[in-house]
């Protein structure tokens, strides 16, 4: 309640801010999206992380503008790249590229599709044992 209260303190305030001709209405707009935006993450440490990654990227457009927020936004996505989770890279299928992983990148197919497992999950087996489509299904 307390994080919502603030929240439309905020979106008051600035809007007043922008009556007053102190800050213009791109910036509130960009404000409010943040700290709506700021609601999205599921628990108190994920919370944490994108409030530090917002602050990262206000310097960055605050220092050189968009350049600066593109740059930030690269300087993340490069972090990601390099992490690991039990083996498998954060942004699998992507980098590394994996042509036969992007399959279901986008869009997942069913299961009852899938005859071979993923490059990404490096087993000895790719291929699928057992009947994929279901119990339901005779």
């Known amino acids: 309640v307390a994080q919502t209260l603030g929240v439309v303190a905020g979106v008051v305030l600035g809007f007043a801010a922008v009556q007053?001709?102190?800050?213009?209405?791109?910036?509130?707009?960009?404000?409010?999206?943040t700290a709506v935006a700021s609601f999205s993450g599921p628990n108190f440490q994920v919370g944490i992380s994108?409030?530090?990654?917002?602050?990262?990227?206000?310097?960055?457009?605050?220092?050189?503008?968009?350049?600066?927020?593109?740059?930030?936004?690269?300087?993340?996505v490069a972090h990601m790249?390099?992490?690991?989770?039990?083996?498998?890279?954060?942004?699998?299928?992507?980098?590394?590229?994996?042509?036969?992983?992007?399959v279901d990148a986008p869009l997942r197919q069913?299961?009852?599709?899938?005859?071979?497992?993923?490059?990404?999950w490096r087993t000895k087996n790719r291929r699928r044992m057992g009947d994929t489509r279901g119990e339901d299904n005779p």
Request: aromatic share 16%; hydrophobic share 55%; net charge positive.
């Open 110 to 120: 069913p299961l009852w599709l899938k005859f071979r497992r993923h490059s990404t």
């Open 50 to 76: 994108w409030r530090w990654l917002k602050y990262f990227m206000i310097l960055g457009g605050a220092f050189m503008g968009l350049f600066g927020i593109v740059a930030v936004g690269c300087f993340i």
């Open 20 to 33: 007053i001709s102190i800050v213009s209405n791109a910036t509130l707009i960009v404000s409010v999206t």
């Open 81 to 102: 790249a390099t992490l690991q989770s039990f083996g498998v890279s954060y942004l699998a299928p992507w980098a590394p590229l994996q042509p036969d992983a992007l």
